[in-house]
Structure formats: structure tokens, C-alpha cells
């Protein structure tokens, strides 16, 4: 069966420390892969999305970029964080061309 | 514009009382609707999924319609737990462009 992993669960950085954010998925192949962040009070918001290795797209313009290094990693990251980065950050996959959607545990980050 | 649009807000009930979530969309063309269920710090859950020619499904205590010609679903919670506690997302799948629309959610309080 499919699985995604999404790690670490909670993050404190400084402003301006780097961020790196894993997702992976196990037990299919060329998925399309997502990044969501939810602020609070807010709805799920589309960061980026890749339909396959080394193919990024960014929905909005942020501090943050994504990269997809192998078919099932998909990874989010900053070079330096702003307070406003923080946020719920949300993995989640699907199967190209498929109807739903799976999501990952989440990654609560707190830039202090 | 497609947008989905859910009501209300936040809820509060009673344990062991029904409720109904509403969730409005514009999404053309359409090609499914998700209900999911979010704990706090935690992913969305999947509760049910529905095509254009599906008018309700039910998932134990929860149960879902969609009227397409309307573009409104609703999610019906029977005898609610403490557990139902959480928020709840209404997610639209548009057909074209395989894009998702979120809901900001419903955030429903059970108390005991």
C-alpha cells in the first residue's frame, strides 16, 4: 500500500536560518507531488507542485523553493527563513490523473 | 473564478447531536469532490469522495451529497462524538487543468 512520510513533525528556527523540508512517498511510482502550507485560521494554500523528477512548479511567489532530486522525494526549502514563513506545511501526493488526494502528517514551523 | 466557499465557519454542538457542514463551489469543469477531516497539527483525512454522478455516500456516522446542477455538497454528521472535534475541509477537483480548490474549512467544536 501507498505511504507518505513527511518529517520533522515540528521545527523551531531563527530568522534567517535555512529550512529543509522532507516528504516521501512509498509504494508507487511518478506521482505528482505537492506542498501546501495552512496558516492559522487560514485554508490550505498550493506552494508548489511536480509532476515528476526535476519538474517544479511554484503557484506563488515566496521565500521558499522546492526541489524533486528522485521520483518519490519531494523537498522544501529556504536559504533564510522570515518570520512570516511560519505556518503548518503540508506533503501530499497523488497519482497522475487519479481522483484524490493523500497528505502527509504536516510539519508545524515556528520562526522565532 | 473557481473558488469553493463553506459554511459556516465554526459550529459548536452538543455531543450526540446531529450536524450538517455546507460547501458551495464554482469549480467548471468539474470532476470530484472530497470532504476531509483535519485534527488539530495533523494532515487531512479522506472521508469521502464523490463524481459528478454520485448523489450521496456515507462513510459510518458521516454521509455526503453532492447535487451537481446546484454545485452544492453537503456533509452530514449523525450523533456526534467528541472525536468529530476538528476541522473539515471541502476539496473540488476541477477536470481541465487537474487543479484543487480548497475550502478554508469548518472548524466544529463537539462539546460534552
Known amino acids: 500500500s501507498q505511504t507518505i512520510h513527511q518529517w520533522p513533525a515540528t521545527l523551531v528556527q531563527p530568522v534567517g536560518s535555512p529550512l529543509s523540508l522532507e516528504c516521501t512517498v512509498e509504494?508507487?511510482?511518478?506521482?505528482?507531488l505537492y506542498w501546501y502550507r495552512q496558516a492559522a485560521g487560514r485554508g490550505l494554500q498550493l506552494l508548489f507542485y511536480?509532476?515528476?523528477?526535476?519538474?517544479i512548479s511554484s503557484e506563488v511567489p515566496q521565500n521558499l523553493s522546492a526541489s524533486r532530486p528522485q521520483d518519490r522525494q519531494f523537498i522544501l526549502s529556504s536559504k533564510k527563513l522570515l518570520l512570516s514563513d511560519s505556518g503548518f506545511y503540508l506533503c501530499?501526493?497523488?497519482?497522475?490523473?487519479?481522483?484524490?488526494?493523500?497528505f502527509g502528517s504536516g510539519t508545524r514551523l515556528t520562526v522565532v | 473564478k473557481n473558488q469553493v466557499e463553506q459554511s459556516p465557519q465554526s459550529l459548536i454542538i452538543l455531543e450526540g447531536k446531529n450536524c450538517t457542514l455546507q460547501c458551495n463551489y464554482t469549480v467548471s469543469p468539474f470532476s470530484n469532490l472530497r470532504w476531509y477531516k483535519q485534527d488539530t497539527g495533523r494532515g487531512p483525512v479522506s472521508l469521502t469522495i464523490?463524481?459528478?454522478?454520485?448523489n450521496t455516500k456515507s462513510n459510518g456516522r458521516y454521509t455526503a451529497t453532492l447535487d451537481a446542477d446546484t454545485k452544492q455538497s453537503s456533509l452530514h454528521i449523525t450523533a456526534s462524538q467528541l472525536s468529530d472535534s476538528a476541522s473539515y475541509i471541502c476539496v473540488v477537483r476541477a477536470n481541465r487543468d487537474d487543479k484543487i480548490i480548497f475550502g478554508k474549512g469548518t472548524r466544529l467544536h463537539i462539546l460534552p
Open positions: 501530499a501526493w497523488s497519482i497522475n490523473g487519479g481522483i484524490g488526494y493523500t
Open positions: 464523490m463524481t459528478f454522478s454520485e
Open positions: 511536480s509532476v515528476g523528477i526535476g519538474q
Open positions: 509504494g508507487t511510482s511518478n506521482p505528482n
